[in-house]
């Protein structure tokens, strides 16, 4: 198995631009968080699903933060319009028991 | 939800000395989960406790549980610069979905 996989590895944009972060987890696990990871705030989760469901939304930050998880095969995190404090390391991880991480996608908002 | 803290935030030491990170929870813990973390990398599971005073190695790493189920330790004995990362526990989120709670975290400098 290839483990979690996360694209893009790196994003840089714009304030103001929409931001869209991608995560296939492993095949069979049935719970999906994203999490996301600063010098200042560590690591925090955002949003988990269980069998697709969102299950706790509560540490998506603000409405500009959304996810999706259209099939147990993909998820999607968006942010909507991004701006600089959103700066930081995106990860995924999927999960049947202990959790299994992707390698996380660094986003730099100028 | 359920919270942790776990300390020293850093640690910095000469290779070949001891290490040891802790974790404590004001409630009782059904389980802990020790993760670590390369610098640039991305969190990896390293092991789960689960009975009350479990202890289990792994290699030059020992993991302990405490026997109130309330606290957990990872000692390194004989650090090498290998070791160096971040070493986080973490706390099942009182759901049936795998929702973890970490701690913050504890940073190793390993010095050559």
């Known amino acids: 198995d290839a483990g979690v996989i996360q694209s893009p590895r790196h994003e840089v944009t714009e304030m103001g631009q929409e931001v869209t972060l991608r995560c296939k987890p492993i095949?069979?696990?049935?719970?999906l968080f994203w999490y996301r990871q600063t010098m200042m705030r560590g690591l925090e989760l955002l949003i988990y699903?269980?069998?697709?469901?969102?299950?706790?939304d509560s540490g998506m930050p603000e409405d500009r933060f959304s996810a999706k998880m259209p099939n147990a095969s993909f998820s999607t995190l968006k942010i909507q319009p991004s701006e600089p404090r959103d700066s930081a390391v995106y990860f995924c991880?999927?999960?049947?028991?202990?959790?299994?991480f992707g390698p996380g996608t660094r986003l730099t908002v100028l | 939800g359920q919270q942790v803290m776990q300390i020293p935030q850093y640690q910095h030491v000469q290779e070949g000395e001891d290490f040891t990170t802790y974790c404590n929870s004001s409630?009782?813990?059904?389980?802990i989960q020790w993760y670590k973390q390369r610098p640039g990398g991305h969190p990896v599971f390293l092991i789960q406790l689960v009975k009350s005073g479990e202890v289990k190695k792994q290699k030059r790493l020992t993991f302990q549980f405490g026997e109130a189920k309330k606290n957990s330790s990872l000692h390194i004995t004989a650090t090498q610069t290998t070791d160096v990362g971040t070493y986080f526990c973490a706390v099942a989120g009182g759901t049936s979905y795998g929702k973890l709670t970490f701690g913050q975290g504890t940073i190793l400098t390993v010095h050559p």
């Open positions: 991880a999927s999960s049947l028991g202990e959790q299994f």
């Open positions: 699903f269980n069998n697709n469901v969102p299950i706790d």
């Open positions: 095949s069979g696990h049935n719970s």
């Open positions: 409630t009782t813990l059904s389980n």
